[in-house]
């Protein structure tokens, strides 16, 4: 049998590819367009599996991606296909609504056609896994319990709000033509191999080259913390066990504001790499101003994983981070590979010299 995963060479992408070939050993078929943030060399352990199969196309590409499906004949596509950073949504949506809506029917499309093809518990069996955010959900108070499977989609951001509309096709692919999709929900994920214009990285790597911290507004912003490695467990427990038609919110059950998380990376690099001088990386902190949009709390309700699927994380925050920081110091390679020209154009076009937080895993 064979699995696809779109969007394999992103962040969670390769992230779930690596995990899944050295737990299961079940091939993979990685569908990438290789955009901004994809990147191979977080792959290259594995470039030589016999499991593995890299094709670079985009999943709006009808003609190569039903050629894929019948060539491989997938009992399962996992897509993680999507633009994710909201301040790129904010200053150009237009390549969000192409990815995330129109990418996302077109797959759908392709996938149904040839769900269509197959018989008995080929078809039974099948499962179209969709990955989201959150975000979908927008924003809430501090007093308001945490999002819920039925929580309404309130969508803020260009970015959110592309999402929120994959998920409704998604939704109404089974609803309408009985394809055995599930979704998922997600915190915020941080972890190795992640783009360094998010947050945590961002800061790792800001902090190690005496660069400032920028946290936007107050840095009062709630967001639950996910660690990548949970949620790849999380994700293949619902193709395993998932009811078709049903939505999973996966969460890691850390609630910090951004200003904790960055004072957090502070301490534990104040410990494991020091400064010259003796100087505390906190003195690095500078607030600026707010971004257009910025939702004030996400947090998840990961009862229903949980109690029907048996799934709850492994990772604290606190073991989480210090693994995640450790891997961007033991990995300078990957990072001045991902921190490219194009990288560095768009972060000095849209943000001056100093790099932004994005508040956004």
């Not at 991606?65 to 019948?70: D, K």
């Not at 996992?78 to 129109?102: C, K, M, W, Y």
């Not at 534990?268 to 600026?288: C, N, T």
């Amino acid at each position: 049998m064979t699995i696809f995963v779109t969007g394999g060479a992103g962040f969670i992408g390769s992230n779930f590819i690596l995990d899944w070939l050295g737990q299961s050993g079940e091939p993979v078929v990685n569908i990438d367009n290789l955009t901004y943030a994809g990147n191979l060399q977080s792959l290259s352990s594995i470039e030589n599996h016999p499991g593995y199969h890299f094709v670079q196309t985009d999943i709006a590409n009808q003609n190569t991606i039903s050629q894929l499906l019948i060539q491989h004949r997938p009992r399962a596509i996992i897509n993680f296909a999507a633009e994710s950073h909201v301040d790129r949504s904010i200053h150009g949506p237009a390549s969000f609504i192409q990815t995330n809506v129109l990418g996302t029917f077109s797959l759908l499309e392709c996938v149904r056609d040839y769900w269509n093809t197959l018989a008995g518990t080929d078809k039974s069996n099948f499962r179209f896994l969709h990955i989201s955010t959150d975000e979908v959900y927008g924003s809430l108070l501090p007093e308001e319990p945490a999002f819920t499977e039925s929580s309404c989609y309130r969508p803020n951001s260009p970015y959110s709000a592309s999402k929120a509309a994959s998920d409704h096709l998604v939704r109404a692919w089974h609803h309408t033509y009985g394809l055995p999709v599930l979704t998922t929900n997600c915190g915020n994920n941080y972890g190795p191999r992640q783009f360094p214009e998010k947050l945590i990285p961002l800061v790792i790597l800001n902090a190690l080259a005496g660069m400032p911290l920028p946290i936007y507004g107050d840095g009062l912003q709630i967001r639950d913390w996910l660690y990548v490695g949970d949620h790849c467990a999380a994700i293949a427990t619902v193709l395993d066990k998932g009811i078709p038609g049903q939505t999973y919110n996966i969460g890691g059950g850390n609630e910090k504001t951004n200003l904790d998380v960055v004072q957090a990376i502070c301490d534990v690099l104040d410990e494991i790499r020091p400064r010259a001088g003796g100087q505390s990386y906190h003195r690095q902190i500078a607030f600026v101003a707010d971004r257009p949009g910025h939702d004030r709390r996400y947090a998840i309700n990961g009862t229903k994983i949980a109690q029907e699927l048996g799934w709850h994380p492994q990772e604290t925050f606190t073991t989480g981070l210090q693994k995640t920081i450790q891997w961007y110091l033991n990995n300078s390679d990957w990072v001045q590979g991902v921190q490219n020209g194009s990288y560095r154009d768009w972060m000095a076009l849209h943000y001056g010299h100093h790099k932004h937080n994005g508040g956004r895993a």
